[in-house]
């Protein structure tokens, strides 16, 4: 229950104001500052991420906003840094366009495919949704 789409409310916000951050967000002008505070963000990442467990019920409180957040500032700093825009950058990012245009693809896969699967049981439902 703890990360259902009500209770992780904020890191779908972060997502969005990000877009609108950055939208305002005068162009970087160098130094050290942006990257580093960047990096500091994604270690913060890797270590809630690491050092945390969400059985725990305190850690289960905190944890996800703090992983959200430097996730979202270390986004931040890379998309105005550019960090992703070289030819290993791609291969990051590509996997994930794909997967996510896949992703907003399925409502019409599942709207064209009701005719086959209305009706029917569960498991023969799934069965011909994976076609």
Known sequence: MFTNSFVCFDLLAMGALLFFVLERLAPPKGGIVEPLVGFFALGTLVSVYAL???GNPDQRVWAPSVVGLSLCVFLGVGIRGR???SKVG???VDPGQVSYA????HPLVLFLGWSA???QTMGVAYACSRR
């Open 83 to 85: 960090w992703l825009e």
């Open 90 to 92: 791609r291969v990051l």
């Open 52 to 54: 945390t467990f969400l």
């Open 117 to 119: 699967i209305r009706g």
């Open 102 to 105: 896949a992703y907003l693809f």
